[in-house]
T-cell receptor, first 111, second 114 residues
Framework: DAKTTQPTSMDCAEGRAANLPCNHS???????VYWYRQIHSQGPQYIIH???NNETNEMASLIITEDRKSSTLILPHATLRDTAVYYC????????????FGQGTRLTINP | DAGVTQSPTHLIKTRGQQVTLRCSPK?????VSWYQQALGQGPQFIFQ???????QRGNFPDRFSGHQFPNYSSELNVNALLLGDSALYLC?????????????FGEGSWLTVV
């Protein structure tokens, strides 16, 4: 079973920041938080990952709470092309790392 | 473009037949994992290959088998196809000896079993 809880769906206006929450209250000390998104009929696209520090790249920012029990993915200026299902995943590196996907959050960006 | 290549992109098979799907990992990656994604669901881990051996397996029957070649490319084979095997099959590649490494997915192979 997935170790994360995400809202089923969210809406955001184009040009605004999209903030996607994720709860992972049972996360272990050596588990990373990964975010992927999947646009209809395409393979999952890697967005960002982090262990305990906040992370930022060209796509998004990842804010992890100090207790690591939750995180927020921030898309700073959402566009229509950001409409997708967003998956929050926690995963340990164990040599044979696998990702356990939940249902994700269906994010719709509205014009 | 994640650099992971899968083929074919779409195929239709009949119940009872066998299918082979192929994957070339991102350049420099040595580990290939396969996932099955049914319509409306998140991807489910099938198995992973490293150094031409299956390292870990999800909850899938023996009808699902795989292979990894010396150049790190991989095949997924499914025997005795069932209607329920209709899904998007995803290949993911990574580097095994990297903590917190990034896993990249291909665009998938759509399998329809009729």
């Amino acid at each position: 079973d997935a170790k994360t809880t995400q809202p089923t769906s969210m809406d955001c206006a184009e040009g605004r920041a999209a903030n996607l929450p994720c709860n992972h209250s049972t996360i272990s000390g050596n588990e990373y938080v990964y975010w992927y998104r999947q646009i209809h009929s395409q393979g999952p696209q890697y967005i960002i990952h982090g262990l305990k520090n906040n992370e930022t790249n060209e796509m998004a920012s990842l804010i992890i709470t100090e207790d690591r029990k939750s995180s927020t993915l921030i898309l700073p200026h959402a566009t229509l092309r950001d409409t997708a299902v967003y998956y929050c995943i926690v995963s340990i590196f164990q040599g044979a790392q696998k990702l356990v996907f939940g249902q994700g959050t269906r994010l719709t960006i509205n014009p | 473009d994640a650099g992971v290549t899968q083929s074919p992109t779409h195929l239709i098979k009949t119940r009872g037949q066998q299918v082979t799907l192929r994957c070339s990992p991102k350049s420099g990656h040595d580990t290939v994992s396969w996932y099955q994604q049914a319509l409306g669901q998140g991807p489910q881990f099938i198995f992973q290959y490293y150094e031409e051996e299956e390292r870990q397996r999800g909850n899938f029957p023996d009808r699902f088998s795989g292979h990894q070649f010396p150049n790190y490319s991989s095949e997924l084979n499914v025997n005795a196809l069932l209607l329920g095997d209709s899904a998007l099959y995803l290949c993911a590649s990574s580097l095994v000896d990297r903590s917190g490494n990034t896993i990249y997915f291909g665009e998938g192979s759509w399998l329809t079993v009729v």
